[in-house]
């Protein structure tokens, strides 16, 4: 997994772009994608940003 945020001083954090690639057995590349859209909308940081843009890539390995 990788973060990359866009911090603007004076404003904050604008952005953040999550980067996610892994290996479950017997999940296939829609179910991947749908576990990560649910781990991004209800991680307690993504929450805690709201109003920040939060885009996500996942892919399988």
């Known amino acids: 997994t990788k973060a ?4 603007q001083p004076g404003t904050g954090i604008t952005g953040i772009h999550l980067t996610v690639v892994g290996e479950v057995p017997g999940l296939d590349e829609a179910g991947f994608m749908k576990a990560a859209e649910d781990a991004k909308a209800n991680c307690p940081v993504s929450q805690a940003l709201t ?5 996500l890539s996942a892919s399988l390995a």
């Open 51 to 55: 109003g920040t843009t939060i885009t």
């Open 4 to 7: 990359e945020v866009t911090f």
